[in-house]
């Protein structure tokens, strides 16, 4: 059973950057799926990144060549690295991680989630 833990949330402004950070225990971010999804204030939750066990990486159209995902395996975390921030990138954050190493089964283990803020 992974337990997920978020970080670096905050308020930025438009066009600032930040990282988020996902600590993992009971189970290794290396070997799986994992990513990043938000939901904004009356949205659905989206998909923002993800990485599989294998290496293979998917973005959401919205964040193409804003957003990074990494996998930090020394230090077992999952990053996300964001940058040239909208206000439109206001949510709240979660890290997902999957029991399988394929991201097509879905994910099983979510974060609580960290607030991300995007002001004008």
């Known amino acids: 059973q992974m337990q997920l833990v978020e970080s670096g949330g905050t308020s930025v402004e438009t066009g600032g950057s930040l990282r988020l950070s996902c600590a993992a225990s009971?189970?290794?971010?290396?070997?799986?799926?994992a990513g990043w999804f938000r939901q904004a204030p009356g949205k659905e939750r989206e998909r923002v990144a993800i990485m599989s066990g294998t290496g293979t990486l998917s973005y959401a159209d919205s964040v193409k060549g804003r957003f990074t995902i990494a996998k930090d395996n020394a230090k077992n975390t999952l990053q996300l690295e964001m940058s040239s921030l909208k206000p439109e990138d206001t949510a709240m954050y979660y890290c997902?991680?999957?029991?399988?190493?394929?991201?097509?089964?879905?994910?099983?283990?979510w974060g609580k989630g960290t607030l991300v803020t995007v002001s004008q």
């Open positions: 009971g189970g290794t971010f290396s070997t799986v799926c």
């Open positions: 997902a991680a999957a029991r399988s190493r394929y991201c097509g089964d879905g994910m099983n283990y």
